[in-house]
Nanobody
Framework: VQLQASGGGLAQPGGSLRLSCVPS????????MGWFRQAPGKQRELVATITSDGTTNYADSVKGRFTISRDNAKNTVNLQMNSLKPEDTAVYYCYVHKAIGARRDYWGQGTLVTVSS
């Protein structure tokens, strides 16, 4: 599975950005899609995930500000980020988990989000 993410960039505090991720390759049995992020000097952390039936999970730090969505027909996942804060600055990684297969977890190459005035 290859994951192509787009939509990162520079935003001002309080602004918005939208990330999108399109998987390709052996995409059958993908059941969980989501986003992680890694800020400089910190460990990678979960931002949000969404299952194939639409169940979502968010980090406490982004609840009420970020919204994850998924198009099952296209197997794409989006992350709408509103009310951005400087502490949201990080490299954001698209993630998918497959229900079957020798390898289950896949990561994208990362897209940089910078929140600064």
């Amino acid at each position: 599975v290859q994951l192509q993410a787009s939509g990162g960039g520079l935003a001002q505090p309080g602004g918005s950005l939208r990330l999108s991720c399109v998987p390709s390759g052996s995409i059958f049995s993908i059941n969980i899609m989501g986003w992680f992020r890694q800020a400089p000097g910190k460990q990678r952390e979960l931002v949000a995930t969404i299952t194939s039936d639409g169940t979502t999970n968010y980090a406490d730090s982004v609840k009420g500000r970020f919204t994850i969505s998924r198009d099952n027909a296209k197997n794409t996942v989006n992350l709408q980020m509103n009310s951005l804060k400087p502490e949201d600055t990080a490299v954001y990684y698209c993630y998918v988990h497959k229900a079957i297969g020798a390898r289950r977890d896949y990561w994208g190459q990362g897209t940089l989000v910078t929140v600064s005035s």
